[in-house]
């Protein structure tokens, strides 16, 4: 019988300074759409803006009714097909903010029967707020945070007084990954 795959993937938000980051696990027999919504969850978004793959030059992601994208459906494409250790993939989540991801895989192992997948194992930095304006919003929103005299025209301050760029947990992140399978 053969062992079930377990992709490690290092997911880097791009134009993040200092840079947001994961490390997450990952079965190999995923589909994509599943990937998605792992990478969306372990940077604590919901997940209701469109993302896409972009994998050895082809396009994934879900499929377009008006035609006007070409993507492959993400649905019919699993992780192991595409991915291989050490190659580099491009994940973009919110089309309107565009949240570039390099996401690469740093190795593939046997599962261990004693452990649950997928999960997050590693990461620094709480991910951007939802609909912040992309990393240039976001760049913006910590400038705001770290000083209080500075002005706040978009009225960040009012809006995400709770957020804390810093404060982010491995453990909480696993636990919502674990709740999605």
Known sequence: MQR????????????????????????????????????????GWQGYHLHSFEIGGEQYGEPDPLEELELADELDVRLDAVAAEGKKITYVYDFGDWWEHEVLVERVFDADPDERYPACVAGERAGPPEDVGGAGGYADLIEV??????????????????????????TQASTLLRRMT
């Open 4 to 43: 079930r795959r377990i992709y490690q993937l290092k997911v880097t938000v791009l134009d993040t300074d200092p840079p947001i980051w994961r490390r997450i696990l990952v079965p190999g027999g995923y589909t994509l759409d599943r990937v998605s919504r792992i990478i969306q969850l372990s940077l």
């Open 145 to 170: 945070l770290a000083d209080p005299a500075k002005p706040d025209p978009a009225g960040l301050r009012d809006w995400l007084a709770d957020f804390e760029p810093d404060r982010w947990d491995a």
